[in-house]
């Protein structure tokens, strides 16, 4: 008998959110097996791009199954529509070809292509001028708050107004700042790492970090996909990129210890790069990279510590690693920052942290550029120059310009001898990170600056942009001199949003100390202040609007006016720990917050001489374990407020707020609602029913209905299950007047965000989830009207804004079937599986055995079988529930219609007994992990180094631990797994013969291994452990279909 099912429905849906449905008892309705990869796309139609021939693969967002597997319709990030592996057609590759200034032939496209292609008709300007496609799934991306710091923002624009192109999370952003408009380009599963951008500005390559990296490249003018590099670094991802200046070749370093230089014809359809060549792990991390301008099959990269020449050919790919020490010149060299070719002869700069410019010549001479290099060449350095006390940053040159960048926010302009041309400086600009230039050129009637030679003449360059290390974003005017600021985001993580319960206004708070509000429809920002030396870790608006907590990382609270963001009382201090949740009454009478220390603290509003003032009440080590929630209510018999909080602890604690006193924190319940799982989150369920309920989500992919009153638990339910569990949810506020009943869940996980349809049943396709923050995702926030859906990404420092789309999620549940059709596909073979037969075989012999297996007299055929029997059938179909658990089934479904008819109920159709079975079971099954954890837990290493339990000490534990089993359930228990009893167990209730089992113990070894317990105790398949994957997952021990 199988232990569970890991037959999960999934739909295949097509990047951005469209959708494409299986028919039920098809792969993706039926579920996927162990080894088949998620989140599948169908095919799609070939792009404008240089394609692949298909496989198995996802597009753009780079399938990649997670560590479980995912049910409902999980859409990836969405883009790289246009990048799968597709064959190129005709047209599509001599647009691409003609684009990038590559020949047809050496592109692989046939003679007789010609235009017609969206990236062949594409112009600049092409992407601002097409309206924004309405959104076809459940979510859509709108906006993005933020960007990475890290990674190089560059200058696209070709008029005064600046277009910027930057990373956020795993998202590219084209950023008009004059129309304060964006388009987001889609493609990414992993945080993207870096990018560069062609001489033209028309080609963009981005690369992330993570597992099953990709690398694509973007046609900027049209925001199409053109190419996607699967599998260019596996490992861990792509640590640092470059494009050469004819836009023909992509040069991309990996990280992890020992790195890896690859070259790609980009222009090619080739699955594989051209050459490349691992580095030794004593050069550092080299996360720069850059092509000679003068010659693509020369480029240089450097770490802190070390720089890298590299020459390469359709043969090979050969470097040179020159020493360089402080010794080298008796001066000290510092830490390098970046380094350039000289754009009129063979030397090479690079800059470093002391201020000073390393000047490398070659030792002996290059190669033709055609020819393959007998060996690499051999650069030196010839000469270490002090420019400046201040560090460079930034390194590069602009046309017959060195531009160099310091820590100071100078920006200098030097000429091929390295003299002083001109320098831009600006008081609140911090350390550059980037420098992008205009792509038009200069005025020649502005008033530009004199230039610093001796004759004295205009110093005439184009606009640039420079981004700083403080996540600030600077356009530079260089006729005049005129800094403005464009963007000036969180340069920390960003945990803490908020929405308005009445206005369309976003809070977000960053441990940088910045506070920001957003008017999300206009997206305007509109006020902020900053808390010098301190992390906002946590916000809340009051119900009415006019207040908004803050919660800090040192444990201080922070009551501020909505509107101005001034404190409304001085700030509180009563928490030890960083303040992790916190929240209003309804009545905004109460304020509470939970901290790390695993404490609650009650703030109530109260009238000191004549005015309204806050005030500490009390608080209380309330919980053992960190504390996942804290959720206020109000009663349901007046309209007092009650406070509740949910801990790892598995403790749902209820607070007697009317009966406490000043330092005094009453506790009115404390019940513990799990026995295995740990509950992650809490939210009030919506009034679908007469009885009130109580919402929770465990780590083991389960949500529970609790009665309000009596904490009983009345249902549980298979929740979203996409990699991840829940870690955090919001019940959508409905603006529906013609149906008050619909109602909806906004959710997170650890990397995705979700919406799913209430009342929640356990369909899987009721559920929708898309990647938001590959990174993790900190907060959720959803506004006032149930319209958009906020997240905040946490060190990634953005914060996305969703469109949800109601109705789209709503017509695709009908595509996964009525009635138990969606719970059939989670069975494994589905209605006409091996599996639901062997089910209805043991829902009927259940009906034997009640009505007795000897009698002789006439039976009764019925579709019921009665709540007894119902942990027997589950045993039968390898679910072996504990005897709380049983406890809840029977429950379940014993006072399922109590509330409205006053009965109980006393037997189970097949139909809900399927829909019990799918919802109680565990999601994924038993796996070898949990059970070598258990041994890492309870076992000692023997003499061999292995985890092993006693003999003695297991049988103990069995009898004193957990739900203690008998002497008498034990022998039970071995005698039928050892296989004393022949018959395999019994069929009527009653004793079993258990003289030999004293016997048995002397074929249990005395030490027990994990493998020993698995194989030869419980009789389960170990599996083989998996090879050559960068992603390991746990092995199902039994699954649908196979033997107990």
């Not at 990709?214 to 996607?228: E, R």
């Not at 999300?520 to 202040?529: C, D, G, M, N, P």
Request: hydrophobic content about 35%; glycine content about 8%; charged content about 20%.
């Amino acid at each position: 008998m199988p232990l569970e099912s890991n037959a999960i429905s999934v739909s295949a849906v097509t990047s951005g959110g469209e959708r494409r449905r299986e028919t039920p008892g098809s792969a993706a309705a039926g579920g996927l097996g162990r080894g088949e990869r998620l989140f599948r796309q169908p095919p799609l139609p070939p792009p404008a791009c240089f394609g692949r021939k298909p496989k198995a693969r996802m597009d753009g967002s780079s399938e990649t199954a997670p560590e479980e597997p995912s049910q409902g319709r999980a859409d990836a990030s969405g883009a790289a529509r246009g990048a799968s592996r597709d064959a190129q057609t005709p047209r599509e590759a001599a647009g691409l070809a003609a684009a990038v200034g590559t020949s047809e032939e050496e592109a692989g496209a046939p003679r007789d292509a010609g235009p017609g292609s969206a990236v062949w008709t594409a112009a600049p300007g092409r992407l601002w001028q097409e309206a924004e496609a309405a959104g076809a799934g459940p979510l859509r991306l709108r906006r993005v708050l933020g960007y990475n710091s890290e990674v190089a923002v560059h200058s696209l624009g070709a008029g005064a107004a600046p277009v910027l192109l930057y990373a956020a999370s795993h998202a590219l952003v084209l950023h008009d700042a004059a129309g304060n408009r964006q388009r987001l380009l889609q493609g990414h599963r992993n945080v993207i790492s870096c990018l560069c951008v062609s001489e033209d500005k028309r080609w963009v390559a981005t690369a992330d970090r993570g597992p099953d990296a990709l690398v694509i490249v973007w046609d900027s003018f049209s925001g199409i996909p053109v190419h996607t590099i699967f599998d260019s670094h596996p490992a861990d991802g792509v640590a640092a990129i470059a494009i050469s200046r004819d836009a023909k070749y992509l040069a991309t370093i990996s990280t992890g210890t020992v790195q890896r230089v690859c070259v790609w014809k980009w222009t090619y359809p080739t699955e594989t790069p051209v050459c490349s060549v691992e580095l030794q792990p004593e050069f550092g991390c080299q996360d720069y990279v850059v092509f000679n301008p003068q010659n693509p099959y020369e480029f240089v990269s450097n770490s802190k510590t070390q720089v890298i020449f590299y020459l390469w050919s359709d043969t090979g790919l050969r470097y040179g690693a020159p020493p360089l020490t402080d010794g080298t010149f008796s001066k000290a060299v510092g830490h390098f920052s970046q380094s350039v070719f000289h754009f009129n002869n063979s030397q090479a700069l690079t800059g470093t942290s002391a201020g000073k410019l390393v000047l490398w010549d070659v030792v002996c001479p290059r190669p033709p550029p055609r020819e393959p290099p007998v060996k690499p060449h051999t650069m030196k350095a010839i000469k270490l120059m002090p420019m400046q006390k201040d560090g460079f940053t930034v390194l590069t040159v602009l046309e017959s310009y060195f531009v160099a960048c310091d820590v100071k926010g100078n920006v200098k302009f030097y000429d091929g001898q390295l003299q002083l041309l001109n320098w831009y400086s600006h008081l609140r600009v911090g350390p550059i990170r980037s420098i992008s230039f205009s792509k038009s050129p200069p005025s020649p009637s502005a008033d530009y600056a004199r230039s610093c030679t001796i004759g004295g003449q205009p110093f005439v360059v184009r606009n640039f942009i420079l981004s700083t290390a403080d996540a600030t974003v600077f356009h530079v005017a260089t006729d005049g001199t005129k800094y403005e600021k464009v963007m000036e985001e969180a340069k920390r993580a960003v945990n803490a949003i908020a929405c308005h319960p009445s206005q369309a206004l976003l809070a977000v708070g960053s441990h940088c100390g910045l506070l920001k509000v957003w008017d999300y429809e206009q997206t305007k920002y509109l006020v902020s202040r900053i808390f010098v030396g301190a992390s906002i870790q946590c916000l809340s608006y009051s119900p009415e609007g006019s207040l908004l907590a803050a919660g800090f990382t040192d444990g201080s609270v922070y009551i501020l006016d909505a509107i101005s963001l001034w404190s409304s009382c001085k700030e509180f201090k009563f928490s030890r720990g960083p303040v992790t949740h916190i929240a209003f009454s309804h009545n905004s009478e109460y304020l509470a917050t939970a901290d790390e220390k695993l404490s609650v603290t009650v703030y109530r509003r109260v009238l000191r001489n004549g005015q309204r003032c806050w005030e500490h009440l009390a608080g209380l080590h309330s919980h053992y374990k960190p504390i996942r929630s804290i959720l206020f209510g109000v009663q349901l018999d007046s309209d007092e407020p009650r406070l509740l909080s949910l801990g790892e602890d598995r403790q749902l604690v209820e607070y007697d707020l009317n009966s406490s006193s000043k330092d005094h924190l009453v506790v009115l319940h404390r019940d513990r609602i799990e026995q295995a799982a740990v509950p992650l989150c809490l939210a009030w369920y919506p009034q679908l029913s007469t009885e009130s309920f109580i919402l929770t989500a465990n780590s083991c992919y389960k949500m529970k209905l609790y009665n309000t009153t009596t904490k009983m638990c009345r249902k549980t339910l298979l929740g979203p299950t996409y990699g991840s569990p829940l870690e955090k949810m919001q019940i959508l506020p409905t603006t529906n007047p013609t149906d008050p009943q619909k109602h909806y869940l906004a959710y997170i996980t650890k990397d995705k965000v979700g919406v799913q349809i209430l009342p929640i049943d356990g369909n899987p396709h009721k559920s929708f989830a898309f990647i938001c923050h590959p990174g993790g995702v900190a907060d959720l926030a959803s506004s006032y009207d149930g319209r958009y859906v906020f997240t905040a990404g946490g060190h990634d420092c953005t914060v996305l804004k969703w469109e949800v789309n109601l109705p789209a999620l709503e017509a695709a549940v009908p595509l996964g079937g009525e009635d138990l059709v969606p719970f059939y596909s989670l069975l494994d073979g589905g209605r006409d599986g091996e599996f639901f037969r062997e089910l209805e075989d043991y829902f009927y012999y259940a009906q034997l055995r009640s009505h007795g297996m000897d009698t002789m007299e006439t039976r009764q055929v019925s579709t019921h079988i009665p709540l007894e029997e119902i942990p027997f059938v589950m045993r039968a179909m390898g679910f072996y529930p504990s005897e709380e658990k049983i406890e809840e089934m029977i429950n379940e479904v014993k006072f399922s219609e109590y509330v409205d008819t006053g009965k109980q109920v006393t037997k189970i159709n097949l139909g809900d007994f399927i829909k019990l079975y799918v919802n109680h079971r565990p999601a994924f099954g038993l796996s070898m992990k949990k059970i070598r954890r258990a041994f890492q837990v309870l076992g000692y290493d023997n003499e061999n180094g292995e985890k092993v339990i006693d003999r003695g000490d297991l049988l103990l534990l069995l009898q004193c631990r957990g739900e203690h089993m008998t002497e008498e359930e034990l022998a039970i228990c071995l005698t039928t797994l050892l296989g004393m009893n022949p018959e395999g167990g019994i069929s009527e209730l009653g004793t079993c013969d258990t003289s030999g089992a004293a016997a048995l113990l002397e074929e249990i070894p005395d030490e027990i291994t994990a493998e020993i317990f698995t194989a030869d105790i419980l009789g389960l398949p170990v599996p083989e452990p998996e090879k050559n994957k960068t992603e390991k997952r746990d092995e199902s021990l039994i699954h649908e279909g196979s033997e107990s």
